[in-house]
């Protein structure tokens, strides 16, 4: 894809979002964040991804209550922290990486995703050996 495809994906996706908000949809409007977290690292946008999986992570948290505690509410919010610690990963914040990466995996772990789960490990292992070498 190239980066015209990408900007454009990232304008529906915050249009998306949006919506999602004004309808009160916090689990859409924290996928379509989490996405949007990803469109932009594949633009190199880290300070817009970082904002995204943010926004994304605090709207699965908005949830609260009996909600938060859903399997899918829980791995939605692993999901985005996952993205907060790739994005600081990709800028040399290991330390930031690490503890965004250890919450995505706990997350993970009690909603009993495994696939999620099996992610969060392998990047928090490149973020360890990533930082041992710096």
Avoid at 44 to 63: I, N, T, V, Y
């Amino acid at each position: 894809h190239n980066a015209g495809a990408w900007r454009d994906a990232a304008v529906k996706l915050r249009a998306a979002a949006e919506r999602a908000a004004a309808l009160s949809d916090f689990e859409l409007r924290g996928e379509g964040l989490r996405l949007l977290g990803h469109t932009m690292q594949k633009l190199a946008d880290f300070p817009a991804s970082l904002e995204a999986f943010e926004q994304s992570a605090a709207s699965w948290r908005q949830l609260g209550g009996a909600e938060a505690a859903r399997p899918a509410v829980l791995a939605g919010e692993a999901g985005a922290r996952m993205g907060i610690g790739n994005t600081h990963r990709h800028l040399g914040d290991y330390d930031r990486a690490r503890e965004h990466l250890e919450a995505a995996l706990a997350l993970a772990t009690e909603a009993g995703d495994g696939a999620t789960e099996a992610a969060a490990a392998s990047n928090l292992s490149a973020v360890l050996i990533s930082s041992d070498q710096g």
